[in-house]
């Protein structure tokens, strides 16, 4: 495309929400800077909106407005899909890649429900498919897993990639407040939705582990390929335990390569993991998103930044059309999101991990060996027992740190000790990352 | 150069040291995943030393050496440079360009003193010069500086990039180790050279400030428009002393934009500072890096990991061989490292920070009175006063912290503090960032 290289590139906005006006205002007031860095004129020619009848900001050019959604979507050079949802941004980004333009989208459910396809047809069609909103908002893990380490060998990611979670988390342990009043300050503040179902219970960040999996390990993986645990059931309890031995308790999105039977396979997951405080994700505070990567030759990597809000996320959609449009202006395209190495998904019980067992137990003699003798039997060893908090008039409280053992073992174990009589509830299991 | 997709890429590695042997290890072990990553198969065609009589590591090949440095870097289709210094690697890597190789560097000393000139002749070559490792080692930095921020405006970057000092300073705070021996620890530890003064005189991370400069400001920063202090003259006071606000010491180098006499321009500056306790870059331990970048929609970001070792820079290195082999099947270059927004560099008395001053004072009654008066008297306003740490016998410390106040107004308020009879000495000033 060097010989013709175009003085204009036509962009079109689908979605105008609070990212979309902020992509939009971008793309109007620093015009010439994205000329300058880019080498041709970003034209923007349409916003397509399900209703041009609804109020807009006042930097949104009302006679740019249209809801032709799929004439747009197939008439721009520089296609930006910001609706969210599977349809019809689905049809549309499909559309526009057959067309022949470049697609930045930031819909991470799109992506981690048919992300697959998508990348497919964009190879096909020769045309840039970018996402890094799609995961951590401004954060650009994308760039650094798919290009920075692309000459290394990724073996883990460990990522907190959704900052509503992270927040109440983190109000939990600094303000000694429980997951209501938590997730109460959270909505009030901004940081967590009306209904907060898809953060509080790990969806969206299964969306974005899918995606980041995918990434990492040349693999397909898709949503349902990632068992999520959410932090719901996170109790003051398990936040001041895990305090005791200097642990925070974080939402993790974990892919990380495994061996199952002797053979090699991904492991991908979402849950609430004890991290040590020393570790570089145990001080990412507030809404903020971090993304731990561990490579063989590079060692450990950390993406840290804002992982929501519109100008945030507006950063991260112009850098992406920024590339697509040097690419267009200087040929080439992006590698290809080629699934060339791909592990076998590992069985979820096959995933190895450290557990903390919280158990309330009787106060009498005898109790710790017995419920040793159960966990000996299951092959799990027991690293540290230590006394919980517990009134003591109401009996004893352990808290027991395996080392690493298989899903199907602890649950096999758990099992067990819930019909010792000895054991009077089962308060709390977690898992143990970053070591 | 789509048509004409090249079956084999001729790659040449120019110095086999620690980096070299590592980065040849890589593209000899790992020929298969590069080739799935590029399309292309890349054959090292030559590896250029000074003498091919030393001794080397089995993994390099030794009918690939060669003493032709000149004809190897002129024959092939990617040369990496990994011989540092600035000749003969400055003339290699021209007369690669020229002959139009993809280069790729590690050459921080190079970038500081001729990156423009190399720029420009990659640009006129139209060929990609790439350099990751070149700032904070495997970090991959650049790459987001310059592609994922590429949509939006950086205002300011805080970079830990000298690991050597990070560690020192690091084992200063949580060992209470003095400079000496915290650096002998540095050094027996391969942290730290036999002889350290790169290192710890700021000279090393003023190098990689002046590349970092450059890219986020699409300016022409060189060395020589960098001040420079290193740790040297930092005492276990100074650590306890800042630990009592909540701050550690780090070495930081920093690019930020100002405004001087109403104009805008960019100071960019090597020194140690105070910071938060609670800022990202305080929890940076032993010899990693980190660089925190402030950009206008983005907020705030950070990239961390190893800043030196010789895995973590190949993996760096071979990042950036991926990124120009995908180049040269796919078409395409790098955007121009162009210096299209340049702010020209603001007079280092210009730059705004605030400071803390720590003073041993007489224990007389007017003590303060008399300090504050002269500080007041240079327009420079104090945010708090409070008693320092000194044996009482001997008399009394002040540890003052100053609201922002630029660098000549400070000069001049210690240049007349010296003066006054109540002020024994001046124990030490540094500056607090991050806030």
Redesign the interface.
């Known amino acids: 495309?060097?010989d013709g290289a175009p003085a204009t590139l036509r962009v079109a906005v689908l979605g105008c929400g609070v990212v979309g006006t902020?992509v939009v205002r971008?793309l109007l007031t620093?015009a010439s800077?994205?000329h300058?860095?880019t080498?041709t004129r970003l034209e923007l020619v349409g916003i397509g909106v399900r209703s041009t009848a609804t109020p807009r900001d006042p930097v949104v050019p009302t006679e740019l407005l249209t809801e032709d959604l799929r004439g747009l979507a197939t008439s721009a050079d520089i296609v930006i899909e910001l609706m969210g949802g599977i349809e019809p941004a689905r049809g549309l980004v499909t559309g526009a890649l057959a067309a022949g333009a470049s697609v930045i989208t930031a819909n991470k459910a799109l992506l981690a429900q048919h992300g697959p396809e998508l990348y497919e047809a964009a190879d096909a069609a020769r045309v840039d498919l970018f996402y890094?909103a799609a995961v951590a908002g401004?954060?650009?893990v994308v760039?650094?897993v798919r290009?920075?380490?692309?000459?290394?060998?990724i073996t883990r990611v460990l990522g907190i990639v959704n900052g509503t979670t992270n927040y109440i988390l983190d109000e939990m342990t600094s303000g000694g407040l429980d997951f209501e009043k938590a997730l109460a300050q959270a909505q009030e503040l901004g940081y967590a939705e009306a209904d907060p179902t898809a953060d509080v219970e790990g969806l969206d960040a299964a969306a974005k582990a899918a995606i980041l999996a995918s990434l990492a390990f040349h693999s397909r993986t898709s949503l349902d390929d990632v068992p999520v645990q959410g932090i719901t059931s996170i109790s003051p309890e398990d936040i001041a335990s895990a305090a005791q031995t200097g642990h925070v308790i974080k939402l993790l999105a974990i892919a990380e390569q495994g061996t199952y039977d002797g053979v090699g396979g991904l492991a991908v997951r979402v849950h609430p993991a004890l991290v040590p405080v020393?570790h570089?994700l145990a001080?990412v505070?507030g809404p903020f998103n971090a993304v731990f990567v561990e490579?063989?030759?590079?060692?450990?990597?950390?993406?840290?930044?804002?992982g929501a809000?519109g100008?945030?996320t507006?950063?991260?959609?112009?850098?992406?059309?920024?590339?697509a449009a040097?690419?267009r202006v200087?040929?080439?395209?992006a590698?290809s999101e080629?699934a060339?190495?791909a592990l076998p998904p590992m069985p979820a019980q096959a995933v190895h991990t450290r557990y903390q067992m919280r158990l309330d137990v009787l106060d009498v003699p005898g109790v710790l060996a017995e419920i040793a003798a159960v966990v000996a039997a299951h092959g799990v060893s027991i690293e540290t027992v230590r006394q919980g908090m517990r009134d003591p008039d109401e009996g004893a409280a352990l808290v027991i740190v395996t080392h690493s053992a298989s899903e199907s073992a602890l649950a096999a174990t758990v099992a067990d000790l819930d019909t010792l009589e000895v054991v009077e509830r089962i308060t709390s299991i977690l898992r143990v990352e970053g070591t």
């Open positions: 495309m060097n902020e971008r620093n800077e994205l300058a860095r080498g890094e401004a954060v650009p760039r650094g290009e920075s380490l692309a000459g290394d060998k020393e570089p001080s505070r490579a063989e030759a590079a060692g450990t990597l950390m993406f840290y930044g804002a809000g100008e945030a507006a950063s991260a959609v112009l850098g992406d059309v920024v590339a040097r690419h200087n040929g080439g395209k590698p080629s060339h190495a």
